[in-house]
């Protein structure tokens, strides 16, 4: 337990802290960067924007009034039909999501409570909304674990455990997510109710391929971390070559500070993995909750399809989910490693041509949009509101002289890296500085 000293310290050198900014609003924040770093990233935000302008564009035209392929193409008052009669499945498809973000919330509760001795109910809930919310904004999903590492910091949960949370959760998250996307492929490739059928036959190699290529991109960090736990030496070893790469392509300012900080990082995480592994029951209701969080993503097209009229003839309304888990598993994974938020542009895309020869004509192109809104912009409008109303309910806090830190529970300092792990000094080749004649 920590002292009162040490608590009043950690409230008053807290109560200033500026919270990470989305990525969307940096070019008017930093100040440090170059001219032409700004350029390149208003060049990027533009074309980024035109990307998912035209892919939305050339997806409704083709919808609307293409020749859809011989698809069927219902009239309105029939679309109208289609809608009226499933309409309690689109409000099943919104409440999936915010079930997923129950399940990373209640994740937080339990690692909360095995690391600090206090679950911190309402701030795991709140930690995993605007975690999401922040993945969701930043390409790569790279914004959400910083902020939430804040969040908590902020709002009392002290040192390692701050910073072991969220890093845990991303982990579980990221191992579970490709598990389940190995399971759709293996299920996809051995034909499981006639999955393959689907979609168009020469979509199939490409697919398998890209969700090959996504799950390896997906499980890098939870490898590096499993390999740190188990195999220290070589893990740093490994680290350190990547490192030096980067050196040598002159994509990294200080290859030493960043070597040091990323074994340092990995350190940490597995010490936490080793600490919620010894307590078996949370290790293993932390795995069960990251599971139930993935499954919510395939309930929610799933539901969003059946509002539009999707079914296999044949096939009972359990089996009919089976099929579409697969494919949106697979989908999922194919795309995870597009550096655009959210994946936007190229997962809207795969999502209509991998489902519209399902739907009618003229329902595929919403059915997506939907499907968007729903595990997409659903997070970024939900998330929006609750990071307002936090902003506004600590702004009165202060204003009234009032602590927005709860400093209580037991908290775990930060890992030092181990006299074991020997870390070679990386040479720096000096630039050429001499200008051609």
């Not at 999955?195 to 960090?221: D, K, N, R, V």
């Not at 598993?329 to 991998?354: C, E, K």
Request: aromatic fraction near 12%.
């Amino acid at each position: 337990m920590t002292s009162q000293k040490e608590q009043k310290d950690f409230v008053e050198n807290n109560q200033n802290i500026t919270p990470p900014q989305a990525f969307i609003d940096q070019d008017k924040k930093d100040d440090g960067v170059s001219k032409r770093q700004k350029i390149f990233k208003n060049v990027c935000s533009v074309l980024f924007i035109v990307f998912i302008v035209g892919v939305i564009a050339i997806t409704a035209y083709n919808d609307f009034f293409g020749d859809n392929a011989g698809r069927e193409k219902a009239t309105f008052e029939e679309i109208m039909q289609i809608l009226g009669k499933n309409w309690w499945c689109l409000l099943i498809a919104v409440f999936f999501l915010f079930v997923s973000f129950f399940w990373k919330g209640l994740k937080n509760v339990v690692m909360c409570k095995a690391l600090t001795g206090k679950s911190y109910v309402k701030l795991s809930m709140e930690t995993a909304v605007l975690g999401t919310y922040y993945n969701n904004v930043t390409p790569l999903a790279v914004g959400g674990q910083p902020f939430e590492i804040y969040h908590l910091s902020k709002h009392g949960v002290r040192g390692g455990a701050a910073a072991s949370i969220p890093i845990a959760s991303f982990f579980l998250n990221q191992l579970t997510f490709v598990i389940l996307a190995i399971i759709a492929l293996t299920m996809f490739n051995t034909n499981v109710l006639n999955s393959q059928a689907m979609i168009p036959e020469s979509y199939a190699p490409t697919l398998c391929l890209l969700t090959i290529i996504g799950c390896i991109c997906f499980i890098g960090m939870p490898s590096m971390i499993v390999l740190f736990s188990v195999m220290p030496k070589i893990g740093s070893k490994l680290v350190y070559w990547v490192v030096k790469l980067g050196a040598k392509l002159r994509i990294l300012k200080d290859p030493n500070k960043t070597l040091r900080s990323t074994i340092k990082n990995i350190v940490h995480n597995s010490h936490c993995l080793k600490k919620l592994g010894s307590t078996p029951i949370a290790f293993l209701l932390i795995v069960l909750l990251s599971f139930l969080e993935n499954f919510c993503l395939s309930l929610i097209p799933f539901f969003v399809l059946k509002t539009f009229g999707f079914y296999i003839e044949g096939l009972t309304f359990f089996q009919e989910y089976i099929v579409i888990a697969i494919i949106a598993y697979m989908l999922l994974a194919s795309v995870s490693f597009v550096p655009t938020p959210g994946n936007s542009g190229v997962v809207d895309g795969g999502f209509y041509l991998l489902f519209s020869g399902s739907l009618v004509s003229g329902l595929a192109f919403p059915a997506m949009m939907v499907w968007r809104l729903c595990s997409f912009y659903g997070t970024l409008i939900v998330g929006f509101i609750l990071a307002t109303h936090i902003n506004n309910r600590d702004a009165r806090r202060l204003k009234a002289n009032k602590s927005i830190i709860e400093a209580e529970g037991e908290f775990n300092e930060d890992v030092d890296i181990p006299d074991y792990i020997n870390i070679p000094t990386i040479e720096i080749a000096p630039q050429n500085t001499n200008k051609a004649k």
